[in-house]
Structures are given as structure tokens and as C-alpha cells.
């Protein structure tokens, strides 16, 4: 069955960078696209950013454009989330989910989240 | 920008059915925008419930259902049950790639 697992959160001092992972297994990664989603302390869910399949198409929430990179790994199976100048606002559940197909397809199944707390 | 909008609180009696409803703060909701619904309790992991306006996920019981009720998309639950007091999202596709969850509904049973 699918399976994705968060990993690499933890607590940052503001103003530095963190690299998140997700490994996938149970399906096909190379053919679908995959998004990130977080959630802060208390509050909803907020879309962060998806991935094509091959990588070659990226699209960000406004919220994170410019500090937040997106990439993967298909040869390792595994999406990645490049987090720089981290702000206390970005303390959250970090969650990657697998869309049902391309990146203009909903999201369909989700890891357990890896939390990121920003704090001096 | 456009916002995505959800009830902030729904109440249901066990059995009893209720309808939440996704809309956009300008314009409507249809099948071009994949509204799908998400079921989360507190301390879990999002659980997808609807995808794709009426399509059910895996193991997904029939009592949860998924349309577009004039402009807005809607989840219905028929027969309420206790188990189903949660926080409910829906999300939108926004074009050029760009997804946006509405701010979510508590739905309590009792």
C-alpha cells in the first residue's frame, strides 16, 4: 500500500535553512506528482507547493515563493523540501501527499507529518 | 486573492444527515477545480474521504458522498455517527498550478 514518511524536521533557529524528505514507497513514484502541505500550531491546512513527476514543473503558494524549493529524487524515491531563511511563521506540521495523478490532480494520500518548530 | 470558504462549525445528531459546504469568496465551484475533501482529527494526519468532486477514496464508508450543490462543492454525510466528529477541509484547484485549502469546518455530533 502506499506509504509516504516525513523526516528531517525539528527545532531551527530563525534565519537558517532546513532541507525536509519524504520517502515513498508502494507505488509507482516517477509517475505521479506530489505536493507538501502544512499546518501551524491550531490552524488549518495550507497548500505549500507541488512537483510534476519528472520534476520539470513546480508551482508555490504565494506564502512561500522564493524561500521554499521543491524537488525530487526518483531514482531514490523520495520528495524533498528546501526551507531557507525560516521564519517563526513557519513553525507547522510539514505533510507530503501523493496527488492522484499529475500536479493538477487533489491530493490522495498523506504521510504522518514532520514537525518544524523556528525558535532562538 | 481569492479565498476558499467553509463553514467554521457545523452540529449533526447521530444519524441525522448534514451537507458542508466549499466555495470561493469570488466566483463559482465546479468539476474544474477537483474539490476534494479531507477528514482530520486532532494529533492526525489529514485522511482523504473525496477527490476529484464525488470520487471516494479507498475505505471511505458510502455514508460520505461528494457534489456540487449550485455554486459551491458539498460533502455530504448520511447518518451521522459519532466517529465522524472531526475537522473537515476541502481544497481547490485555482489554476496555473496553485491549490488553496478553505479554512476547514469542526463538526460536532450530538
Known amino acids: 500500500q502506499v506509504q509516504l514518511v516525513e523526516s528531517g524536521g525539528g527545532v531551527v533557529q530563525p534565519g537558517r535553512s532546513l532541507r525536509l524528505s519524504c520517502a515513498a514507497s508502494?507505488?509507482?513514484?516517477?509517475?505521479?506528482?506530489m505536493h507538501w502541505v502544512r499546518q501551524a500550531p491550531g490552524k488549518g491546512l495550507e497548500w505549500v507547493a507541488v512537483?510534476?513527476?519528472?520534476?520539470?514543473?513546480?508551482y508555490y503558494a504565494d506564502s512561500v515563493r522564493g524561500r521554499f524549493t521543491i524537488s525530487r529524487g526518483n531514482s531514490k524515491n523520495t520528495l524533498y523540501l528546501q526551507i531557507n531563511s525560516l521564519r517563526p511563521e513557519d513553525t507547522a506540521v510539514y505533510y507530503c501527499?501523493?496527488?492522484?495523478?499529475?500536479?493538477?490532480?487533489?491530493?490522495?494520500?498523506w504521510g504522518q507529518g514532520t514537525l518544524v518548530t523556528v525558535s532562538s | 486573492q481569492t479565498v476558499v470558504t467553509q463553514e467554521p462549525s457545523f452540529s449533526v445528531s447521530p444519524g441525522g444527515t448534514v451537507t458542508l459546504t466549499c466555495g470561493l469568496s469570488?466566483?463559482?465551484?465546479?468539476?474544474?477545480?477537483?474539490p476534494s475533501w479531507y477528514q482530520q482529527t486532532p494529533g492526525q494526519a489529514p485522511r482523504t474521504l473525496i477527490y476529484?468532486?464525488?470520487t471516494r477514496s479507498s475505505g471511505v464508508p458510502d455514508r460520505f458522498s461528494g457534489s456540487i450543490l449550485g455554486n459551491k462543492a458539498a460533502l455530504t454525510i448520511t447518518g451521522a455517527r459519532a466517529v465522524d466528529e472531526s475537522d473537515y477541509y476541502c481544497?481547490?484547484?485555482?489554476?496555473?498550478?496553485?491549490?488553496?485549502f478553505g479554512g476547514g469546518t469542526k463538526l460536532t455530533v450530538l
Open positions: 476529484n468532486t464525488n
Open positions: 512537483i510534476s513527476y519528472d520534476g520539470s514543473d513546480k
Open positions: 481544497v481547490l484547484y485555482m489554476d496555473s498550478g496553485i491549490w488553496v
Open positions: 469570488s466566483g463559482s465551484v465546479s468539476t474544474s477545480s477537483y
Open positions: 501527499a501523493k496527488a492522484a495523478r499529475t500536479v493538477t490532480t487533489p491530493l490522495q494520500y
Open positions: 508502494g507505488f509507482t513514484f516517477s509517475s505521479y506528482g
